[in-house]
T-cell receptor
Framework: GQSLEQPSEVTAVEGAIVQINCTYQTSGFYGLSWYQQHDGGAPTFLSYNGLDGLEETGRFSSFLSRSDSYGYLLLQELQMKDSASYFCAPRGRGQGGKLIFGQGTELSVKP | SAVISQKPSRDICQRGTSLTIQCQVDSQVTMMFWYRQQPGQSLTLIATANQGSEATYESGFVIDKFPISRPNLTFSTLTVSNMSPEDSSIYLC??????????FGQGTRLTVV
């Protein structure tokens, strides 16, 4: 089976740093993806962790610990445009591009 | 990367009718995926569409309600049949490139009245 947990809402101010956690239970776990979705838009890919550790892409970083079945997305130097929903999506081995999304974290960035 | 054209972008339909959503990709892909996103909710995978074989449906979704076609490696359709207001959702198609990144169409916002 599979379960996913991430916070439903996070609020932060411009310029701050925010961390969105994701815990998962996925049979045949292969890696963890993160997607951003603005209201009314399509999800867009942010990051993927296939190995333990930190992946950095500009202001966004993502971390994975397989032993803890845990990952997080770190957003630095927050901007108003970062207000969106963020989804973690574990990948199962042999599942190809099939994604099972968490419930999403709605990030609100305040001035 | 991949560019996905999905249409219609939105529609308002009468209950009991059917709507077919089209998804066109700018490159050949083995699998295409169809998701549903109900208002305020996350994305739920409906089915995986493979060219040359029947689609594989996730638990809770059946072919009679959501028939899928995949006539070639760049195109797929999803039909929402015998619609009811509970089918009001955003429907998205998706493909994966590079084994890690999924690309999504802009979605079809369906309202059933």
């Amino acid at each position: 089976g599979q379960s996913l947990e991430q916070p439903s809402e996070v609020t932060a101010v411009e310029g701050a740093i925010v961390q969105i956690n994701c815990t998962y239970q996925t049979s045949g776990f292969y890696g963890l993806s993160w997607y951003q979705q603005h209201d009314g838009g399509a999800p867009t890919f942010l990051s993927y962790n296939g190995l333990d550790g930190l992946e950095e892409t500009g202001r966004f970083s993502s971390f994975l610990s397989r032993s803890d079945s845990y990952g997080y997305l770190l957003l630095q130097e927050l901007q108003m445009k970062d207000s969106a929903s963020y989804f973690c999506a574990p990948r199962g081995r042999g599942q190809g591009g099939k994604l099972i999304f968490g419930q999403g974290t709605e990030l609100s960035v305040k001035p | 990367s991949a560019v996905i054209s999905q249409k219609p972008s939105r529609d308002i339909c009468q209950r009991g009718t059917s709507l077919t959503i089209q998804c066109q990709v700018d490159s050949q892909v083995t699998m295409m995926f169809w998701y549903r996103q109900q208002p305020g909710q996350s994305l739920t995978l409906i089915a995986t569409a493979n060219q040359g074989s029947e689609a594989t449906y996730e638990s809770g979704f059946v072919i009679d309600k959501f028939p899928i076609s995949r006539p070639n490696l760049t195109f797929s359709t999803l039909t929402v049949s015998n619609m009811s207001p509970e089918d009001s959702s955003i429907y998205l198609c998706s493909v994966e490139m590079g084994n890690t990144e999924a690309f999504f169409g802009q979605g079809t916002r369906l309202t059933v009245v």
